[in-house]
């Protein structure tokens, strides 16, 4: 016989309640969607990244300047000066200017004055060379020491003046030789502010000369000086 069953062993049904939206899932909406937004939104390019600034170059002294790349500073330094003292020594250079169509040349006894810069010459009021030189004042002088194998060549910018202080100043005895005297009043001043230069140095023609003796004899090439362009 069927035992009834009681109401404890009755168990009620468990009711499935609905899956309610979590509030941490409704608050990823709005944000995926800002996401797919930002995704889509086209990318604006990173400004370039500040550079460091540059060191500044240290500034080049006046009169320390070389067309040779390859030149340090003391070979410059040294060719300047050699430059200077050949000019000195040698006394007579060949003064070329230019009247427009071709280069004229002429000696003249130079006065060279390195503390200044410049190289002086006295000149006759009554030459071409000193209407040359207002109307093309740039100008080259070579110094040409034959004997020992050493030449200078010298190029820069030359004027022309009555400066009465100066020509007495370069009054020598050579000039007595086309002037009675400082006072005449042909007698005009250049003034030559060379800016560049270019040296022939030879050890001298004895030394030159046994040098190539020796190549033709080893087949070496002679060492016959140096040649140096600087920037005055």
């Known amino acids: 016989m069927a035992t009834a069953a009681t109401t404890d062993d009755k168990k009620p049904a468990r009711r499935v309640a609905p ?3 979590s509030a941490k899932a409704a608050s990823t909406k709005p944000a995926a969607k800002a996401a797919t937004a930002r995704a889509k939104a086209p990318k604006l390019a990173k400004p370039p990244a500040a550079k460091p600034a540059a060191k500044p170059a240290a500034a080049q002294p006046a009169n320390r300047q070389s067309r040779d790349s390859s030149m340090t500073g003391k070979e410059h330094d040294e060719h300047v000066e050699r430059i200077w003292e050949l000019a000195r020594r040698i006394g007579i250079a060949m003064f070329v200017t230019w009247d427009g169509k071709q280069q004229r040349a ?3 006894a130079a006065t060279v004055e390195k503390d200044e810069g410049a ?3 006295l000149t006759d009021v009554n030459g071409q060379k000193d209407e040359q030189v207002s109307e093309y004042p740039w100008v080259s002088v070579s110094f040409a020491d034959h004997k020992h194998a050493r030449y200078v060549a010298l190029s820069g910018k030359a004027t022309v003046s009555n400066d009465r202080a100066r020509i007495k100043e370069l009054w020598t005895p050579f000039a007595k030789a086309r002037w ?5 009043p042909a007698i005009r001043v250049i003034k030559l502010v060379p800016h560049d230069a270019e040296l022939w140095d030879s050890p001298g023609r004895i030394v030159t000369t046994l040098s190539m003796l020796t190549a033709a004899v080893t087949g070496r090439s002679p060492r016959i000086g140096e040649n140096a ?3 005055l």
């Open 19 to 21: 899956k309610a939206t």
């Open 106 to 108: 002429r000696p003249l």
């Open 119 to 121: 190289i002086y010459f």
């Open 180 to 184: 009675d005297s400082p006072e005449d």
């Open 229 to 231: 362009k600087v920037v």
